[in-house]
């Protein structure tokens, strides 16, 4: 009949490290369960032996001067001494251990014992833990969890700045504040996802602060599960996309401007490469943009007028603006007419000049005699 535990030894079994405890002559007084899976002995196998049963016969000396050390002034060391040894396992396996030494009120001595494998697990866990909670901590973007029913549990620097709520103000209360009036049924349908086990990526969403102002995120969501796999909340990951919207818009509008322009509208490389050609200009030079594009812009230009594009350009990589520029270009069919013409540098967003942008207007029909009026007309 196993014999009954004491209160203390119930107390031991409930901790995750593996203890063993030993009396002052080395040998094994109790050991709990975590000690008897890290060894692979039961507990009757290992109470009443020698300590050095867990260690590897030529390490024993090392143990035992270990031990001695910390036996020779235990009450200065309380927190005990941290050994890095090797463990031997009853089916004759060795591992590496951490061993520390406590002085406990029976009188005596508490090893507790984890396999550095363990040990190194469980330092990056924290590493990853720690690194975790700084890149939520310092992210532009706002990361806020919740319950699978949608109230928030946290709430990082990045999202006070965006919502305008802190944290005090927002954990515990439902994520439907953050959704515009009309779009609470987005947000149940989100969690009715997550629930579901699915991620959301790049969702194009209208949320709304706490001043009223209604903005467009682009939201992020993934499941939060525990160690079992159960889902037990959800991890949003909302970016403030006002400016790329608007960047958007406007390069919207700028391509229809582009598009049902009268005058010609025409990208190249500052080595002359035609990189971009409007609908006007097909029809002004009578080029498809498949036909010139990738093709020179010198193509559009008389052999006398080579240097003009030359000096044009060299005018456009220091930054400089050609304006309304009075000169000539010649059609796909040979055709040579007057243009008006306006250069301008394209940048990267380095701000370096990568290009250049040139409005060309034909100015054919405008050379052209004007017709005299009847005098008739006149009267």
């Known amino acids: 009949m196993p014999r009954r535990l004491t209160k203390f030894e119930s107390l031991l079994q409930a901790v995750p490290d593996a203890l063993v405890a030993m009396g002052h002559e080395g040998l094994i007084r109790f050991v709990n369960r975590q000690a008897e899976s890290l060894f692979g002995y039961g507990r009757d196998e290992m109470v009443g032996r020698l300590i050095e049963t867990l260690v590897p016969e030529p390490f024993w000396e090392i143990y035992t001067q270990t031990r001695e050390n910390y036996l020779a002034d235990p009450s200065t060391r309380s927190s005990g001494l941290g050994a890095e040894l090797i463990g031997l396992r009853r089916d004759g396996t060795e591992f590496p251990i951490n061993v520390s030494i406590s002085y406990i009120d029976t009188g005596d001595f508490l090893l507790t014992i984890t396999a550095v494998a363990d040990v190194t697990k469980r330092e990056r866990a924290v590493q990853n833990a720690q690194l975790f909670a700084a890149i939520v901590e310092c992210s532009d973007d706002a990361i806020i969890s919740s319950t699978p029913e949608g109230v928030i549990t946290s709430w990082n620097p990045a999202a006070e700045r965006m919502y305008g709520y802190s944290s005090k103000e927002v954990i515990g209360t439902s994520g439907v504040v953050l959704a515009a009036?009309?779009?609470?049924?987005?947000?149940?349908?989100?969690?009715?996802?997550?629930?579901?086990?699915?991620?959301?990526?790049?969702?194009?969403?209208?949320?709304?602060?706490?001043?009223?102002?209604?903005?467009?995120?682009?939201?992020?969501?993934?499941?939060?599960?525990?160690?079992?796999?159960?889902?037990?909340?959800?991890?949003?990951?909302?970016?403030?996309?006002?400016?790329?919207?608007?960047?958007?818009?406007?390069?919207?509008?700028?391509?229809?401007?582009?598009?049902?322009?009268?005058?010609?509208?025409?990208?190249?490389?500052?080595?002359?490469?035609?990189?971009?050609?409007?609908?006007?200009?097909?029809?002004?030079?009578?080029?498809?943009?498949?036909?010139?594009?990738?093709?020179?812009?010198?193509?559009?230009?008389?052999?006398?007028?080579?240097?003009?594009?030359?000096?044009?350009?060299?005018?456009?990589?220091?930054?400089q603006h050609v304006e309304h520029l009075k000169t000539v270009r010649v059609r796909k069919d040979g055709t040579v007419f007057p243009v008006s013409l306006i250069a301008s540098p394209i940048r990267d967003p380095d701000g370096t000049i990568v290009g250049t942008s040139a409005i060309v207007r034909d100015l054919a029909e405008e050379m052209l005699p004007k017709k005299e009026i009847p005098e008739q007309c006149h009267q």
């Open 181 to 319: 009036p009309d779009r609470a049924d987005k947000m149940y349908a989100v969690l009715d996802r997550i629930k579901a086990g699915e991620a959301v990526e790049h969702l194009e969403i209208n949320h709304v602060r706490k001043d009223g102002t209604v903005f467009p995120v682009s939201l992020n969501v993934a499941p939060i599960r525990d160690e079992d796999g159960v889902i037990v909340g959800s991890s949003a990951v909302a970016r403030d996309v006002t400016e790329q919207r608007q960047a958007f818009e406007l390069a919207e509008r700028m391509a229809a401007i582009v598009e049902n322009s009268e005058d010609a509208i025409i990208g190249s490389t500052l080595d002359r490469v035609i990189t971009s050609w409007n609908p006007a200009a097909e029809r002004m030079f009578g080029y498809s943009s498949a036909e010139i594009l990738g093709k020179s812009g010198g193509d559009l230009i008389p052999e006398d007028r080579v240097d003009e594009l030359v000096t044009i350009l060299a005018r456009i990589g220091t930054g």
